[in-house]
């Protein structure tokens, strides 16, 4: 088969790759060369986009040289977000009663939260409880953003409750997998309880509505796009759901052991440019 009939072909794919431990390398950041390779594949067709927790505020940034095409999945699924015209699309916001009772659990718990909703098209970020160190630095790491906006010392409003995307908290484990448990048992909500670079000590709880996730985002995109296979990239828990909805998983090597065994197909590590290379490899016929 020859290589434009091999384009024509793989053009019905649709490519999505998780961010963070996946298509980013060293320093979440995407390289040079992965930046190459993916426009060099998106300019001969290939339907490629993101899906990730990051907001769009850092999306903007860290793919920003990457000619990206297609709405990006962000925030696990709970907003779609258009590289082009900045605007915000699918708002999955948490039902307003149960908004309440998330806060009424935080509060019993007295566990502090960021309350994260969608503003004039761009996400608010207000904080509820003492601000830990750990807090702070993390919002000072991300406030810089037209796309998002830290309002640390306001309550949330009640416009913006109704507009809530997520709770987003991080803690010691033990303590947080109890709030977990309590929030898990509430109907019409979606926490994802999981460790990530802070390390085993400190685990992250994220609570969004029962309609948000990668998967239910993906399921739309494919629809919309008419994508014939899906090919999916992860490493982590939160992209499990995803990559079942995939026609080929692809894990990376430095993905948890549940991710690999899940997978039809384990590659490189993320900081080898590999999901980029797989991409540019497929669309041209040369895997």
């Not at 300019?43 to 505020?57: C, E, K, M, S, V």
């Not at 709405?71 to 948490?94: C, E, K, N």
């Not at 998330?102 to 207000?126: I, M, Q, T, W």
Request: charged share 25%.
């Amino acid at each position: 088969m020859g290589r434009d009939k091999v384009v024509a072909e793989k053009s019905k794919t649709l490519y999505v790759s998780d961010l963070d431990g996946t298509l980013l390398g060293e320093g979440s950041r995407l390289s040079r060369r992965s930046a190459e390779m993916l426009n060099e594949a998106i300019a001969l067709g290939a339907q490629f986009t993101i899906a990730t927790a990051r907001t769009p505020a850092t999306i903007a940034t860290l793919l920003k040289d990457v000619d990206m095409r297609l709405p990006a999945i962000a925030m696990t699924g709970a907003v779609r977000w258009d590289f082009r015209s900045h605007d915000y699309s699918l708002p999955q916001f948490i039902d307003t009663d149960k908004v309440h009772q998330l806060l009424e659990v935080y509060g019993r718990h007295s566990l502090p939260v960021f309350h994260y909703s969608l503003g004039d098209n761009r996400v608010e970020v207000r904080h509820i409880g003492a601000l830990s160190d750990i807090e702070r630095q993390f919002a000072d790491d991300r406030d810089d953003s037209p796309f998002k906006r830290f309002l640390l010392d306001h309550t949330p409003t009640e416009e913006s409750l109704r507009r809530t995307l997520l709770f987003y908290s991080m803690q010691p484990t033990e303590i947080h997998r109890k709030v977990y448990e309590e929030i898990a048992a509430i109907p019409g909500v979606n926490p994802v309880f999981y460790h990530d670079i802070f390390g085993q000590e400190i685990a992250l709880l994220e609570v969004f509505s029962e309609q948000t996730s990668k998967a239910l985002a993906l399921r739309s995109l494919v629809e919309e796009v008419g994508a014939e296979r899906v090919v999916v990239f992860g490493d982590n828990v939160n992209d499990l759901p995803m990559m079942q909805e995939a026609t080929h998983a692809v894990a990376v090597g430095n993905a948890i052991e549940q991710v690999r065994q899940a997978a039809d197909e384990v590659i490189g590590c993320n900081t080898d440019d590999c999901v980029a290379e797989w991409i540019l490899r497929d669309i041209t016929g040369t895997q």
